[in-house]
């Protein structure tokens, strides 16, 4: 039961045009989405979020944008640079019955600008 | 300031063996979480810990289990390796049991042969 969906897989870019990752989710209890950046031999870096009470979250290149009723966001980054070139992940903030969060995560978009 | 450090950073176990993983948070960060990344999927939720106790847990079985400590690092254990448990395991901190905003080490690549 995939609850965060990235479908695209991968997407090249060229360098200084923007790039726009897709997700979708499932859970409209979804209330904070995340995005963070992944190069190999490394840990996830955090991005950029937003939450469910904002339509849009800017910093510097890169903009989230939120569509509740469509159960979609998009990061764009603008102008895209090669050392953008990194697997993103879309995550959402899902409350437990602790009150805790968790994160669920989607299956990554594998971003590449080319020089 | 140090971010979150993971130990080993790799390692080689044998089916059927016992693994832990150790993690130590960001100074101030009392939430651990682990999380477990298998190849060409997202991080899987595992676990959370709060205040050193288990505050959730996700669609693992019980031969995982994990603690936390009075300064607040974590261990990870795995029993009875299996194939299947070869991933990438991440720590993740954050300051309270509702901050949303998490902050991951660089993982603990583990593989089972």
Redesign the interface.
Known sequence: DQQ?K?NSPSLSVQEGRISILNCDYTNSMFD?F?W?KKYP??????LI?ISSIKDKNEDGRFTVFLNKSAKHLSLHIVPSQPGDSAVY?C?A?AI?T???????????TRLKVLA | DAG?T?SPTHLIKTRGQQVTLRCSPISGHK?V?W?QQVL??????IF?Y?EKEE??R?NFPDRFSARQFPNYSSELNVNALLLGDSALY?C?SSLG??Y????????TRLTVV
């Open positions: 965060v990235q904070y995340l963070y031999a490394e840990g996830p870096t955090f979020s992940f995550a903030s437990m602790s009150g805790t969060y968790k994160y669920i995560f989607g299956t990554g | 979150v993971q939430s979480s999380y060409g999927q997202g991080p899987q939720f959370q709060y505050r959730g996700g991440l993740a049991q509702t949303t905003e998490a902050f991951f080490g660089q993982g």
